[in-house]
């Protein structure tokens, strides 16, 4: 990755307009790594309040010996966020 940067910033700058085309893709890169760190934080945050309803339904449930809304409850917020925790 770091090697087709380089050559993105060689082809760019070897321009005679390229380095204002260079300076603007570096912004635009900079803003899109920012939004990007946004919506990792906030998958973070959402991750977080699934697993604490989910323990929330497991302290007040009666399951699974004897199964109840809230055993459903802690069940499917576990998986979501087991879920989002493999690999892509």
Do not use: C, F, H
Not at 7 to 26: C, F, N, Q, V
Not at 28 to 44: G, K, N, Q
Not at 66 to 75: G, N, T
């Amino acid at each position: 990755m770091k090697d087709q940067y380089e050559e993105l910033r060689k082809a760019l700058t070897s321009r005679p307009d390229g380095y204002g085309l260079w300076e603007i893709w570096s912004q635009i890169t900079a803003a899109l790594l920012a939004d990007l760190d946004a919506l990792r934080a906030e998958v973070d945050r959402k991750n977080d309040e699934l697993g604490s309803i989910g323990d929330y339904a497991y302290d007040n449930s009666t399951g699974p010996a004897v199964p109840d809304a809230l055993w459903e409850i802690q069940s499917m917020a576990y998986a979501a966020v087991a879920a989002e925790k493999e690999p892509r």
